[in-house]
Structures are given as C-alpha cells and as structure tokens.
C-alpha cells in the first residue's frame, strides 16, 4: 500500500530556533498533502493544506509566518516552525490523499520538543 | 468546541461489545471514518462509510450512520485486549473531499 514518511521523527530543539519537518509520499504523487498537530491526550487539529504549485492554504488561527509550508514536489511537502517556542512543543502529523476518496494516507508523526 | 464530537472515555468488559458514538456537523460530508491510534504509534484507518450508506460491517467493526442527526457509531464486537486504543472519527471535506477532521478521540479500555 502506499506510504508516506516523516523526517525527523522526533527533534529537540531551543527555544529561537527553526526546525524543517519533511512529509514525503514514496510510491505515489501528492498534489495535495495535509499537516496536522496532535497534543498530548488530544485530537488532531488540521493546521493547513499543502499544496504543489501554489501557496498553502491555513486554517483559521493558525500563523502561517510561524509554520512555513513548502510543497517543493509532488512528493515532497516540508513544514517549518519558524522561531519555535516551548508552548510548539507537539506531534506532527502530515497526511496524503490516495487515489480515491476514501484513502488518505497518515505519515508516522514528528514529535517536537522545544526547550 | 469540537466539529465533530466524542465521548472521552469509554471502558468495557472483555468480550462484550463496544460501541463508541459520535456526532459531526457538515452534512455534506462524503465520507465518515473511524481512525485507531495506539500509544507511540501512528494513525491507522480501521474503516470508512460513504455518506449514502446506512450500515456497513467489516468482521468485527459495524458502522452505522444516521444522516438526518449527523450521527456516526462504531460497534467492535467481542472486544479484546488488543482493541485497546483511542478512536478517532473523522469526516471529509473541502471540494475534492480530501481534508479530513477528526473529532476528540475516545479512549477505549479494556477490563478483564
């Protein structure tokens, strides 16, 4: 079935500092890909839609100067938290849809800890 | 508050049944789905309806979906140890129906 990875899958980081999450789907195209943020015991919250060729898309409340998304590919979507914090501490999750409606395909999450 | 609704916490006999509820909130949703997630691990798709079905049973997984009250259920059958897990439903949205939100997750235990 297809996949999709996570690069790092956790990442310390200081508090100032930036940190690059890259989502990739390795045996299918994405035009789109999603990015989610899970905090500990709770849901996941969609954060923005990714998108190939045109900008990201960004839910309400969400800062997209803060979380910068590149779709560099049809493979590849990349989310960076700028200026990190402790309260960015969290797990994220991207996400690809497959071929049909009903397949959408979770990366295995990115936990980051903001010291 | 949350679109797309769930009880906390629910726990259950082993080898009884388990029926976890929930309630969303866009009508026009295409698809509903029920999303399990273990500890450490990452989300898998236990199963889906689409959004004309009433019921639709997958072994031990039987989905039922009142569309009129927005209302989606998941009944696990002789629930077992290994079911132990939060359970997340999901519905699609968006015009190519690909974004998915989830609702608050409930956490299924097990007692022997």
């Known amino acids: 079935g297809a996949v999709v990875s996570q690069h790092p899958s956790w990442v310390i980081c200081k508090s100032g500092t930036s940190v690059k999450i890259e989502c990739r789907s390795l045996d299918f195209q994405a035009t789109t890909m999603f990015w989610y943020r899970q905090f500990p015991k709770q849901s996941l919250m969609l954060m923005a839609t990714s998108n190939e060729g045109s900008k990201a898309t960004y839910e309400q409340g969400v800062e997209k100067d803060k979380f910068l998304i590149n779709h560099a590919s049809l493979t590849l979507s990349t989310l960076t938290v700028t200026s990190a914090h402790p309260e960015d501490s969290s797990f994220y999750i991207c996400s690809a849809p497959g071929g049909s409606l009903r397949e959408q395909y979770f990366g295995p999450g990115t936990r980051l800890t903001v010291t | 508050g949350e679109d797309v609704e769930q009880s906390l916490f629910l726990s259950v006999r082993e080898g009884d049944s388990s029926v976890i509820n929930c309630t969303y909130t866009?009508?026009?949703?295409?698809?509903l789905y029920w999303y399990k997630q273990e500890p450490g691990a990452g989300l898998q798709l236990l199963t889906y309806?689409?959004?004309?079905?009433d019921m639709k049973q997958d072994q031990r997984l039987t989905v039922l979906l009142n569309k009129k009250d927005k209302h989606l259920s998941l009944r696990i059958a002789d629930t077992q140890t290994g079911d132990s897990a939060i359970y997340f439903c999901?519905?699609?949205?968006?015009?190519?129906?690909?974004?998915?939100?989830f609702g608050s997750g409930t956490r299924l235990s097990i007692r022997p």
């Open positions: 866009d009508s026009s949703s295409t698809y």
């Open positions: 999901a519905e699609s949205r968006g015009s190519s129906a690909s974004k998915i939100i």
């Open positions: 309806i689409f959004s004309n079905m």
